[in-house]
């Protein structure tokens, strides 16, 4: 449980950490960095769903009179969860990273074939870690810099409507 009266805090913190990978990402996509850059944005995306439902459960307990807001232990821990809860968030094209008509000059389909790339849980590990799989490296996630721009601004876009 968090106290009402510390919750104001914790949104403040997540509003300022939404913006900080916001920006951070938007500087490693300026320098060609877009691997660690979707990482970020889906750090940011993870966190604008985790200040939506604190806000949320904020307002409820307010309602009812409440001095302490329950929270569920997945919004400070699961990634899918904070996820879901953002995806209600943005328009959904904006979560899309890669069409599924995309190119060979994007990215190996040798990996990915022609599959839609969206922001889901099982993304972000393909942006931060090298890794051997089968017989070649691999390290990156596709993604179109104009497509991680949009989602960014989507994301910044739903922070600023919840007041953040």
């Known amino acids: 449980m968090i106290p009402l009266t510390r ?3 914790g949104l403040r913190l997540c509003a300022q950490n939404i913006r900080d990978f916001v920006v951070d990402a938007e500087n490693l996509l300026s320098k060609g960095h877009g691997y660690h850059a979707v990482a970020l944005a889906i750090f940011a995306f993870e966190e604008l769903g985790k200040y939506s439902e604190l806000k949320r459960l904020g307002e409820q ?10 929270v569920k232990d ?3 821990s ?4 904070k996820q879901k809860i953002a995806k209600q968030l943005l328009p959904a094209e904006t979560t899309i990273l890669i069409p599924a008509y995309f190119s060979e ?5 040798k990996y990915f074939g022609t599959k839609e790339v969206r922001v889901e849980p099982n993304l972000r590990p393909e942006c931060d870690f090298v890794d051997w799989v089968g017989d070649d490296w691999r390290h990156g996630t596709p993604h179109d810099t104009e497509r991680l721009k949009k989602f960014l601004d989507a994301v910044m876009n739903a922070l600023n409507k ?3």
């Open 7 to 9: 919750l104001p805090e």
């Open 74 to 76: 997945d919004l400070f």
């Open 61 to 70: 307990s307010s309602k009812m009179g409440t001095s302490n807001v329950t």
């Open 78 to 81: 699961k990634h899918d969860y």
């Open 105 to 109: 000059t994007y990215f190996s389909p």
């Open 162 to 164: 919840l007041g953040g």
